[in-house]
């Protein structure tokens, strides 16, 4: 449920993403006061191993060799199946996403699948962008919640679903649709250093965290996305829109900010952390209208929502 107090005005983007930290890592709330001398400490030591180019992104997951090839191909319209298969064939964990999607109910065929580039054909370009860039980041997320658990991780991997879904839905006549949807998945991934290095630093040791300590928390998260994303060899345009995530200038930055807010509201709305309807100040970037963005939101409600339970 909403909580008791929650402001029923126009709220900021800085208070949906502290409840959003908080959702993700099951974090009570906390009076706005000025951080504790122990969380200034754990704020200065997370600075030292994160802050500026102090991490180490070696420690990060690679990225398959293969990945930055098959992305320039999947912009290429003219590029053939079997081009394709032959750069997915390099990597057989890729090679097994596939056949695992175009196995599902959603892509069963009525020939049986013959061969990789089969089911590359079948998939289409959409499909096979989405399959490459969740087999990547989804395991990345899912290991990267430290001592928050399993539920941190995939709270983060749900956002970045939704996160890449409303960016390539709102980048419509502003930018490239898969561009934005892979900007929208890797949004979020330095959190998950951020934790792993909370887990190895703090062991637990804070049982309150001010929104002063979450908000600088969440910059060097941002920090450590964009050196992530730098260090997998992302397109330039991604890594314009993450390095430009306070300002939000160029199209696609004001799509990947517009598209994490909804994202936020929208998980957090379907666990009843936070009122779905409720409003942020300059949501839209500058960009994007009201009507534009609650079009955004019930998209995202169509295509993510538990369905409902059948009784018989």
Not at 17 to 44: G, I, T, W
Not at 208 to 229: D, G, K, N, V
Request: charged share 20%; proline share 7%.
């Amino acid at each position: 449920m909403t909580e008791p107090g929650e402001p029923s005005d126009a709220v900021s983007a800085s208070y949906v993403e502290d409840k959003f930290f908080r959702f993700v890592f099951s974090l009570p709330s906390s009076a706005d006061v000025a951080p504790s001398p122990q969380e200034q400490q754990a704020l200065q030591r997370l600075d030292d191993i994160c802050g500026g180019d102090r991490y180490d992104v070696r420690t990060l997951p690679r990225m398959p060799t293969v990945l930055p090839q098959l992305l320039r191909a999947l912009k290429n319209d003219d590029i053939n199946g079997a081009k394709l298969a032959e750069l997915i064939g390099r990597d057989p964990v890729l090679v097994g996403e596939v056949m695992r999607v175009i196995g599902s109910v959603a892509y069963r065929a009525v020939q049986p699948i013959t061969s990789l580039q089969h089911a590359i054909v079948l998939l289409g370009q959409v499909g096979l962008r989405q399959v490459v860039s969740m087999h990547v980041m989804k395991p990345i997320l899912l290991a990267s919640a430290g001592m928050f658990g399993q539920v941190a991780g995939q709270r983060l991997w749900d956002h970045a679903e939704r996160c890449a879904h409303a960016a390539a839905y709102l980048s419509k006549g502003l930018c490239d649709p898969f561009e934005a949807h892979l900007a929208g998945l890797v949004s979020n991934t330095g959190i998950g250093a951020v934790a792993r290095a909370l887990d190895k630093e703090l062991s637990g040791s804070l049982n309150s965290y001010t929104p002063q300590f979450i908000a600088s928390a969440a910059r060097i998260a941002s920090e450590l996305t964009l050196q992530a994303a730098r260090y997998w060899d992302l397109p330039p345009h991604v890594l314009e829109a993450l390095a430009e995530r306070g300002s939000a200038t160029l199209p696609m930055s004001q799509v990947l900010h517009a598209a994490n807010l909804s994202a936020m509201i929208t998980l957090m709305g379907e666990s009843h952390f936070i009122d779905p309807q409720i409003v942020i100040e300059n949501e839209g970037a500058g960009r994007f209208t009201p009507p534009q963005l609650a079009r955004c939101r019930q998209d995202l409600h169509r295509h993510f929502a538990p369905p409902e339970p059948i009784y018989i």
